[in-house]
């Protein structure tokens, strides 16, 4: 029977898009090498791009902190407002949370003209 046949279920069905979508929270982070990480974090796992690549990690349980790690070596920890980035191999990776809201074309600024104000 087709969906559109079926109010209710197109109905819950579209809810239940919108709550997946609603639990992942996209957070930017400026890294101490310069690069941005780029996150989607949900209860239990997290989307983690940086510098060209991408990883899919679970969440674990810790005490203070929220850690995502995956079987492939890579982990990111959460405390307030900075996260590590580790990576098998290489040195860990300290970014500081970029808040969006601020970024100057969230605020309808050119960003040359935010660096020119920045200055003075």
């Keep these: 029977m087709p969906l559109l046949k079926r109010p209710r279920l197109a109905a819950g069905l579209a809810l ?9 929270s996209p957070a930017d982070y400026q890294c101490e090498d310069g690069g941005t990480l780029t996150a989607d974090f949900s209860p239990r796992a997290a989307q983690v791009r940086y510098e060209g690549q991408h990883w899919t990690l679970q969440r674990v349980r810790e005490a203070r902190e929220a850690r995502y790690v995956s079987r ?7 405390l307030k407002n900075q996260a590590t980035l580790e990576r098998k191999g290489q040195p860990s990776l300290a970014c500081k949370l970029v808040v969006r809201a601020l970024r100057p074309e969230a605020l309808g600024v050119a960003p040359a003209a935010a660096d020119s104000a920045a200055q003075r």
């Excluded at 239940?16 to 992942?24: H, I």
């Excluded at 492939?72 to 959460?78: C, D, E, N, Q, Y």
């Design 72 to 78: 492939a070596g890579v982990s990111i920890t959460l």
């Design 16 to 24: 239940a898009l919108a709550s997946v979508a609603a639990y992942a």
